[in-house]
């Protein structure tokens, strides 16, 4: 199994970035997707989260209204739409795949090895 994601860099704050996860050997329609940060010296935080079927989407309250999470089943890829974005969403945001939409991160079985955020002031 390997994800892989891309999209990340430096954005002016206000900006926007789409990352990309594009996945492989796992059943892509029957995994739930989630997006996770971590910033230097931060615990890991749930950012996004999508069923299997893309019908049921969950958001942390700190990119409500900004981050769109979606999936393309047809190309194995979740998609993190990244608009407004501010410092503090300066982090390395990393895939995950799991049986259930959770915004646990240690419930996830497959994990990507990151994609860096770097929003300037």
């Known amino acids: 199994v390997q994800l892989v994601e891309s999209g990340g860099g430096l954005v002016q704050a206000g900006g926007s970035l789409r990352l990309s996860c594009a996945t492989s050997g796992l059943t892509f329609s029957s995994v739930a997707m989630g997006w996770f940060r971590q910033a230097p010296g931060k615990e890991r935080e749930f950012v996004a989260a999508?069923?299997?079927?893309?019908?049921?989407?969950y958001k942390s309250d700190s990119v409500k209204g900004r981050f769109t999470i979606s999936r393309d089943n047809a190309k194995n890829t979740v998609y993190l739409q990244m608009n407004s974005l501010k410092p503090e969403d300066t982090a390395v945001y990393s895939c995950a795949a799991g049986v259930l939409v959770l915004r646990d991160p240690t419930l996830y079985h497959y994990w990507g090895q990151g994609t860096q955020v770097t929003v300037s002031s």
């Open positions: 999508i069923s299997a079927s893309g019908g049921s989407v």
